[in-house]
């Protein structure tokens, strides 16, 4: 069974939809029992997202990161937005 540990590790090829079928199923069971890891998976969605807005892929200022982030967030977290999408 999967730890935390083994899916943070695991989490950047996750995003980029590099996992085989195995490890995609792993990493699924245990965000459906943790939810740490699922806000964890969330937030850096949202950061590769805003990261991959930037002009240039610059390396940010933590803190534009931050802020851009948090925006993000706050967008998200409203209620009509993510449902409706689906
Ligand atoms: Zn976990």
Redesign the pocket.
């Known amino acids: 069974m999967l730890k935390?540990k083994d899916?943070v590790a695991l989490s950047s090829d996750l995003l980029d939809g590099e996992l085989t079928l195995k490890q995609r199923i792993a990493v699924r069971m245990?965000l459906a029992m943790?939810v740490?890891?699922r806000r964890f998976i969330r937030q850096l969605r949202v950061s590769q997202r805003v990261i991959r807005q930037l002009p240039d892929q610059q390396a940010p200022e933590l803190d534009t990161l931050l802020r851009a982030m948090q925006a993000q967030q706050q967008r998200a977290s409203e209620p009509d937005q993510s449902d409706s999408s689906k």
């Open positions: 935390c899916l245990h943790c740490h890891c």
